[in-house]
């Protein structure tokens, strides 16, 4: 246990469908990433939050929105699903703003668009 | 933009066989990381260089970050089954101080025959 945890680590469903992916960062880590795997892609950021704050922001689709809560959970929100958006969504937390010393990843939530 | 490109992309090596995995980077980076994804699971953090020409090592793993701070290597001596996986590389990208957002090297994945 990487001490990141996501949910669900599965989810299938139907092209147009909207989905929301949750993320609670390691204890005392106020940095959130996310994230996207496709089989054939390495690791794609999509957003970065820093203790509740937006400060970057990948070639995440406008289909694509996310945010960081008080207690820094974060959520992911895809909407409109399309087939292509199907992966492998990993949420990472760092303790520092920079991310040095390394991000420490979810087991990851798989999503299957059908 | 910044990339991360990493060679090679796969890697089949008998058990016993030594393996390497080289990173460059179009920019200089401010450190490097290493991350090892085990198949069906998250990135691990291996590793963070951040001098010029700096070699660490952790057991059978010799990681090494460029004179020039442009590219790394990865080094395993005798791979073990336990070496299967794939490898990343990632670094920050450049000129983003508000943001610890790291470009991933796109991996290689390393199998090992008994």
């Known amino acids: 246990d990487s001490g990141v945890t996501q949910t669900p680590k599965h989810l299938i469903t139907a092209t147009g469908q909207r989905v929301t992916l949750r993320c609670s960062p390691r204890s005392g880590d106020l940095s959130v990433y996310w994230y996207q795997q496709s089989l054939d892609q390495g690791l794609q950021f999509l957003i970065h939050y820093y203790n509740g704050e937006e400060r970057a922001k990948g070639n995440i689709l406008e289909r694509f929105s996310a945010q960081q809560f008080p207690d820094l959970h974060s959520e992911l929100n895809l909407s409109s699903l399309e087939l292509g958006d199907s992966a492998l969504y990993f949420c990472a937390s760092s303790v520092a703003l920079r991310g040095s010393y390394g991000y420490t990843f979810g087991s990851g939530t798989r999503l299957t668009v059908v | ?114």
């Open chain 2, 1 to 114: 933009g910044q990339q991360v490109m990493q060679i090679p992309q796969y890697q089949h090596v008998q058990e016993g066989e030594d393996f390497t995995t080289y990173c460059n980077s179009s920019t200089t980076l401010s450190n490097i990381q290493w991350y090892k994804q085990r198949p069906g699971g998250h990135p691990v953090f291996l590793i963070q260089l951040v001098k010029s020409g700096e070699v660490k090592k952790q057991k059978r793993l010799t990681f090494q970050f460029g004179e020039a701070k442009k590219n790394s290597s990865l080094h395993i001596t005798a791979t073990q089954t336990t070496d299967v996986g794939t490898y990343f590389c990632a670094g920050p990208e450049k000129g983003s101080s508000n943001t610890g957002k790291l470009i991933f090297g796109q991996g290689t994945t390393l199998q090992v025959k008994p």
